[in-house]
């Protein structure tokens, strides 16, 4: 199987600290990470795409300097939400994408559990 | 702009009853179009379809696409409770990222 942890599952933090997420490919090297938040009765929206050894490419609308996104080995990337507020409360969830290994195989992407992060 | 919309929003139905779960998209560069289910936590993987007529099936559940009218559906038969859940329909686009563009999902109830 492909399985991908994320740590923590649940944080409540102050206004105005900052929360690092971690998301890990435990059987499986991932070239690509995904990080989406989903806030109540909404969908998966994209947030950047995590490529390891280079910089990530944010999605339209997402503040690279508030969203630190660090992909420095093929099993680990980790999302850092700086100077949170409120409007941060979300469900942030990453997903991983198998190296491809050289053949032309589609391969799916595998999510983690998510993050429930609560900002007061 | 890529767009993936699903339908219906929500659906309420009794155990034993057939669903169907309909998803039609606009993307530049389509690649493949994925069914997910969304309970508490993160989504699960159910199918993912590439080529337009080729119905994709586990147990109860099956998925067709078709790529010249740019739908897809999922379809449940006899449904149960644990089928309650959020179907989020998702398709990926080819570029740089292969980035997957989602659903607002359809919201599935099932009674007793």
């Known amino acids: 199987g492909a399985v991908v942890s994320q740590h923590p599952s649940r944080v409540i933090c102050k206004s105005g600290t900052s929360v690092k997420i971690e998301c890990r490919s435990l059987?499986?090297?991932?070239?690509?990470m995904f990080w989406y938040r989903q806030f109540p009765k909404q969908s998966l929206m994209l947030m950047a795409t995590?490529?390891?050894?280079?910089?990530?490419?944010?999605e339209q609308g997402v503040e690279k300097d508030k969203f630190l996104i660090n992909h420095a080995s093929l099993t680990l990337s980790t999302l850092t939400v700086t100077s949170a507020h409120p409007e941060d409360s979300s469900f942030y969830i990453c997903?991983?994408?198998?190296?491809?290994?050289?053949?032309?195989?589609?391969?799916?992407?595998?999510f983690g559990p998510g993050t429930r992060l609560l900002v007061l | 702009e890529d767009k993936v919309v699903q339908s219906p929003l929500s659906l309420v139905v009794h155990e034993g009853d057939t669903v169907t779960l309909n998803c039609s998209y606009e993307?530049?560069?389509?690649?493949?179009l994925l069914w997910y289910k969304q309970e508490k936590k993160a989504p699960t993987f159910l199918f993912m379809l590439?080529?337009?007529?080729i119905e994709k099936k586990s147990g109860r559940l099956s998925s067709i696409l078709d790529k010249k009218e740019l739908f897809s559906i999922l379809n449940i038969t006899a449904t149960q409770t644990g089928d309650s859940a959020v179907y989020l329909c998702?398709?990926?686009?080819?570029?740089?990222?292969?980035?997957?563009?989602f659903g607002t999902g359809t919201l599935l109830a099932v009674q007793p």
């Open positions: 059987d499986f090297q991932a070239t690509t």
């Open positions: 998702a398709v990926e686009a080819s570029g740089a990222t292969n980035k997957l563009i």
């Open positions: 997903s991983a994408r198998k190296a491809s290994g050289g053949a032309m195989v589609q391969e799916t992407q595998y």
């Open positions: 995590s490529n390891e050894g280079s910089k990530a490419t944010y």
């Open positions: 590439t080529s337009s007529g």
């Open positions: 993307v530049t560069n389509f690649r493949s």
